[in-house]
């Protein structure tokens, strides 16, 4: 039986790995190491030939992943994406058809966003949750917490230059739920098949995590 799909992406966990499979062989022992480092939510980003028969081995084969695709652009790759066996989509930006497509997919979403009238588009559509990015680039932690007055409702995932200095802002903000980034899978350790080094840094980035409930 395929996996139940999460009630909501920025619930999942605090730090979301963002991942680009070159080699869909890679798939299954990254994911492997990211989950028993701690982070169990991973997005496959749907930039490589690979991607989809990515997301389809760790369905499949890593039980305690709870696998997405990311850069999610068209409603083709919606389809192709939840038929994989994604369980959550992530999309830099939104169209109305894109979004149309995610709402139907029966999988939770997060468009993404980077300015106000962009946020308020989406609340206009009863749209919520969203991705923030590129989050450094369109105004960092600064900007998220300028949007948490008059837009209390919406609650965001930063993406775009998020690392281990500046996680902690995001995620003490009260409109965050989760981040993503990759300082986790450094490409030098990806190449190497350095499973142990990937490990020790998606722990590290969970106990970064774990900070915010102090």
């Known amino acids: 039986m395929p996996a139940a799909p999460a009630a909501s992406v920025l619930d999942l966990a605090p730090v979301v790995p963002v991942v680009v499979v070159e ?4 798939a299954v022992p990254l994911a492997r190491a990211l989950v028993e480092g701690g982070l169990p939510a991973i997005e496959v980003t749907l930039r490589t030939p690979a991607a989809l028969d990515a997301i389809r081995a760790i369905a499949a084969e890593v039980p305690d992943a709870v696998v997405g695709a990311g850069t999610v652009i068209s409603p083709a790759n919606v389809a192709d994406s939840v038929a994989a066996g994604a369980r959550f989509l992530v999309s830099p930006g939104w169209t109305d058809a894109l979004l149309v497509a995610m709402k139907g997919s029966g999988v939770p979403f997060l468009p993404g966003v980077s300015t106000t ?3 308020v588009a989406l609340l206009e559509r009863g749209v919520t949750e969203m991705k923030f990015f590129p989050a450094e680039a369109a105004g960092g932690a600064a900007y998220l917490k300028s949007l948490s007055g008059p837009l209390p409702q919406a609650r965001f995932c ?7 200095a500046n996680a902690p802002s995001y995620l003490a903000l009260k409109n965050v739920g989760c981040v993503g980034g990759s300082w986790m899978l450094p490409g030098d350790a990806v190449a190497a098949k350095d499973w142990d080094r990937v490990r020790q840094l998606a722990r590290e980035a969970s106990l970064i995590a774990g900070e915010r409930s102090r």
């Open 23 to 26: 080699d869909a062989a890679d």
């Open 117 to 119: 009238s962009e946020v």
């Open 158 to 164: 930063p993406t775009g230059g998020v690392s281990p």
